[in-house]
């Protein structure tokens, strides 16, 4: 079914599957359930007491190192990128996510089974408009280790990435529009990669356990190791947009905007999601709640004042003779001869 991007949308029908946790190195299942519209995402532990659940919003961020760990009191699940990622850019806005373990199944470190979860679940169109941010100025984060975020205004949701390992070995370039249809066939089935200086103290303190080359590359000075060849000439770049949509996904709203992104990191992108945030509630802020009448009921000139600051002559609004749902009015403005804009010397 062909999601329309104005509404919100959720699963069609339960669906899931099971797999390692990489950290743990155990066996988890996970499993997708429909939610109601403005719920959002929500993690629920369902092997805890009370089975909690955990809001997929910035502000439970709780760490970035390595993957991303959200928590609510002392309930935490960790890796939540891939499978947040995936949920945004196949349009499901309303779901819940249950796990029997503190993360998702690792699969082969990409997001080819969380697509698959969802093909099989079906995406379903709900009674609601979806909420929108539309980027108006350049907005941009960065970090102290050279990683840096940029957010230009665009109508469509654009990545444009750089990503460079040590050295700048691995130095690739990848931009693009991010649809169901690009995000399945270009972005997920890009694999995790690390850099074997990185994860040798790891293995060796044992912290990830389910780590194998099955479920990530290596790549050890400029020798690529994984169990299959690479799947793109330039994956490392797709994972990490794959990584910048699962994070951004911590924001709620759906982004129209160019995200041009060089060296990008969980920690940087958690920045440009906490400014995101601040300016959505800024901007909001500005736009005071107010209960219009509907259909055929207007506002005439003084109920127009009430609400704009302009006066005459920069009050272009007469009045306001219909509204639309929360996003369309017509109005009318009347102009004549007298008007100081037609006036010849
Ligand atoms: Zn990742």
Known sequence: MAASPEFQHTIGKPAGFSGTSLHTGEKVSLKLHPAPVDHGIKFRRKDLQDEPTIDAKIDNLKTVERATTIGEGSVRVHTVEH???????????????EMDANEPPIGDGSAHAYVDVIKRAGVAPQDAPRKFFDVREPMHVESRTGAMLVLLPDDKFRISC???GP????TQY???EITPLTFEKEIAPARTFVYYEDVEPLMQKNLIKGGSLENAIVVRG?????KEPLRFADEFVRHKILDIIGDL??????????????KPGHGVNAELVRALAREYSRTSALAVPRIFPPGEGGLDINQVMEILPHRFPFLMVDRVIGFEADTKITAVKSVSISEPYFQVC
Request: proline share 2%.
């Open 83 to 97: 499978v947040l990622a995936t949920l945004s850019a196949m349009g499901v806005d309303n779901a819940i996510v």
């Open 167 to 170: 050295d700048n070995r691995f």
């Open 162 to 164: 750089t990503q460079a």
């Open 174 to 176: 990848l931009s693009m």
């Open 222 to 226: 400029e020798a690529v190791l994984s």
């Open 249 to 262: 996904a911590l924001f709620g709203p759906r982004i129209r905007g160019h995200v041009i992104a060089v």
